[in-house]
């Protein structure tokens, strides 16, 4: 019994101590603090001067796009100015120029007996057409300009910011690579 009223005052004892430990440590980092607002402001440095930088003239902007495939480079050609870009809106649209190219799949390539490429296009509702070099899918009149035997190249005609047109290369690429 004495045992336990003994282990009972050292835990309470201990208790007590480790209590005015943290109250000792509370009222150091209070101190502390009071120390770091009373003393005087330290001066500010000012910002740095902005250094000036030369105008950079991008010169390579007539060479080959490094983002195209060298298959379109050459029909593509030089980026036209706005008055020489249009849709041709007195041509028949093609039955594919109904859909998005992101609704059209492209299935593969059929080479006819004269040599001629022809590109098998999957339609939404699951129907098979077949394009070839010239002929145009999309909502943008994208003309196909090369057919491979993983995807099909085509340049479409899209609204720029300047309220004019511009050909944008686009790929319809086969899902099975």
Do not use: H, W
């Not at 282990?7 to 480790?18: E, F, G, Q, Y």
């Not at 080479?111 to 999957?122: D, H, N, V």
């Amino acid at each position: 019994m004495i045992t336990t009223r003994l282990s009972t005052l050292l835990a309470l004892s201990i208790a007590i101590l480790s209590i005015t430990g943290c109250s000792d440590r509370i009222g150091m980092a209070g101190k502390a603090m009071d120390d770091i607002r009373n003393q005087p402001a330290q001066p500010i440095e000012p910002p740095p001067q902005a250094e000036l930088v030369e105008d950079f003239v991008y010169s390579a902007s007539a060479q080959r796009s490094p983002f195209l495939p060298p298959s379109l480079v050459n029909v593509q050609g030089p980026t036209t100015s706005i008055d020489g870009v249009r849709p041709d809106i007195t041509r028949v649209k093609e039955p594919l120029e109904q859909y998005e190219l992101s609704q059209l799949v492209f299935r593969g390539v059929v080479i006819s007996p004269e040599g001629q490429r022809y590109a098998l296009i999957q339609r939404p509702d699951g129907s098979v057409a077949s394009v070839k070099v010239g002929d145009y899918l999309g909502l943008n009149d994208g003309r196909i300009v090369e057919i491979t035997p993983t995807q099909i190249n085509l340049i479409e005609i899209v609204p720029d910011s300047r309220a004019g047109f511009v050909e944008k290369p686009q790929s319809l690429v086969s899902p099975i690579s």
